[in-house]
């Protein structure tokens, strides 16, 4: 079974990316007992503030003034199955990560509060330079408008390899236009703008470049279709889109490299996940079947009405009828799946053959009269 590429974005390593003013207030205290957790922080969030737009800043303000960036671990072993759930609870738990990792916290929180939120993942400029690394923040749907929000870069600065504290709000619900001043999504429709700019434009120019002569986008109406999209139909949806988007520079490639990885790995865990189904269903159909042989073995004692009988058997092969088709959408799965499919579909049509066969006996003992029925069981 593959295992599900992870990586981590990488901080950058300059403190030119922060912009200091605006402190992040003094709204930042959460009971501790609330915040070891994503659905206890926004529990505690939807008590305290009214309004999307309060929430989204309680939790940036919590996050900017409590994590903490960790700037020597920034990737983990691919060893173990990545788990998102997990990512977030060891993040709140030792308060501290890297940019996808506050992302993903803050779109999880969102999502319990009821906000629609995405993780973006792309690359930044500092004064018209490409930084080397890729990054990651968040876009939220506040009151029906999109909006972006950068915990990372909230917390503070780097240099030399120290991390410095200085919690301010100036990428707290900040505007797609304004984003893109210095923030670029590696999925153009994270742009959240009509004609979203083509990477060679963007990373030639100081400034935001002139606005793009290509046909407008309706990318609300592209999210809403996205959101709807299995795992690897959504990589492969953000495999084209980008390609779509102009020349793409080394981190963009870079990108495309993992989403054509991660279209492998989502495809084989789908591959996974529907012989589960399958594996479950036919166990299901065992199980019932059993139970009937059972009985059948019992000489039918106690007595059933003959409907009850029927439906043991006809639940058994509702279960296998639901693992055979299973199997059929693994029809066109890779050959190393070939044995493990085979096998089991022929377990799954001998069961099949059986419980026709014992179908036809209970009919047949039901008709027949009281006084013969106890020759059913001699030699059959």
Not at 54 to 83: C, G
Request: charged share 20%; glycine share 2%.
């Amino acid at each position: 079974m593959n295992r599900l590429i992870r990586y981590t974005l990488l901080l950058l390593s300059l403190s030119v990316w922060t912009a200091y003013g605006q402190t992040a207030g003094t709204s930042t205290e959460i009971p501790p007992a609330y915040t070891y957790s994503a659905d206890s922080l926004a529990f505690y969030i939807s008590l305290h503030h009214k309004g999307e737009d309060a929430k989204l800043s309680a939790l940036y303000r919590w996050m900017t003034a409590n994590m903490k960036y960790n700037v020597y671990t920034t990737f983990e072993s691919r060893n173990d199955i990545y788990s998102e759930e997990k990512d977030v609870r060891n993040t709140l738990k030792t308060r501290s990560g890297v940019c996808r990792n506050f992302a993903l916290v803050f779109k999880t929180v969102a999502d319990m509060l009821d906000i629609p939120a995405f993780v973006v993942e792309g690359y930044v400029k500092a004064e018209g330079t490409l930084m080397t690394d890729p990054h990651a923040w968040c876009c939220a749907k506040v009151n029906g408008q999109w909006f972006l929000y950068d915990v990372t870069f909230g917390m503070g600065s780097i240099a030399n390899n120290q991390f410095t504290s200085n919690p301010n709000m100036n990428y707290c619900q900040v505007t797609p236009i304004r984003m893109l001043q210095n923030h670029m999504p590696f999925d153009p429709i994270w742009q959240l703008i009509d004609r979203p700019y083509p990477f060679h434009l963007y990373d030639k120019s100081s400034s935001l470049p002139p606005a793009s002569t290509e046909k407008a986008i309706n990318y609300n109406d592209t999210i809403r279709a996205y959101t709807r999209l299995t795992k690897v139909q959504q990589q492969i949806d953000v495999n084209r889109r980008i390609k779509a988007n102009g020349t793409p520079n080394p981190l963009v490639d870079y990108f495309l490299q993992l989403t054509q990885s991660n279209i492998q790995v989502y495809k084989g865990q789908e591959i996974y996940d529907i012989y589960k189904k399958a594996i479950k269903s036919f166990n299901q159909a065992a199980d019932l079947y059993n139970e009937f042989v059972h009985y059948r073995q019992a000489k039918f004692q106690p007595e059933k009405e003959e409907k009850e009988v029927n439906e043991l058997l006809d639940a058994s092969n509702r279960a296998n009828t639901a693992a055979y088709n299973y199997l059929l959408e693994l029809a066109h799965a890779p050959e190393e799946y070939d044995t493990a499919i085979r096998n089991l579909m022929e377990s799954v049509k001998l069961i099949m053959a059986r419980t026709e066969k014992q179908k036809e006996f209970v009919n047949a003992y039901y008709k027949a009269s009281a006084s013969k029925r106890k020759s059913f069981f001699k030699d059959r």
